[in-house]
């Protein structure tokens, strides 16, 4: 059974820092590329970062410098460290695995809540 599983999300003080992690299962992550999506409450679904099956790294304007994309294929698990992170990062945030460009298998999600 394909699965993607996040953990990691929490509550955070502004300015904080949180590691997801995004499990893969079912499917061999060395040939896919594997993207973090965030959805805050009434807003839509937005890119956050990439990592491709190559190691080549793409990131939100919003996140760059605050947010690192990482993946271990041998642990088949991708990872977003966020550090200062702000009011405006609270979130579901979500990962996702594509070959083709259409995102073809998508974790549940797991929220993330900055907050003083």
């Known amino acids: 059974q394909v699965q993607l599983v996040e953990s990691g999300g929490g509550l955070v003080q502004p300015g904080g820092s949180l590691r997801l992690s995004c499990a893969a299962s079912?499917?061999?992550?060395?040939?896919?590329?594997i993207g973090w999506f965030r959805q805050a409450p009434g807003k839509e679904r937005e890119f956050v970062a990439r990592i491709t099956w190559g190691g080549s790294i793409y990131y939100a304007n919003s996140v760059k410098g605050r947010f690192t994309i990482s993946r271990n294929n041998v642990k088949s698990t991708v990872y977003l460290q966020m550090n200062s992170l702000k009011p405006e990062d609270t979130a579901v945030y979500y990962c996702?695995?594509?070959?083709?460009?259409?995102?073809?298998?998508w974790g549940q999600g797991t929220q993330v809540t900055v907050s003083s």
């Open positions: 996702a695995a594509t070959i083709t460009g259409t995102y073809d298998f």
């Open positions: 079912g499917f061999t992550l060395d040939y896919y590329n």
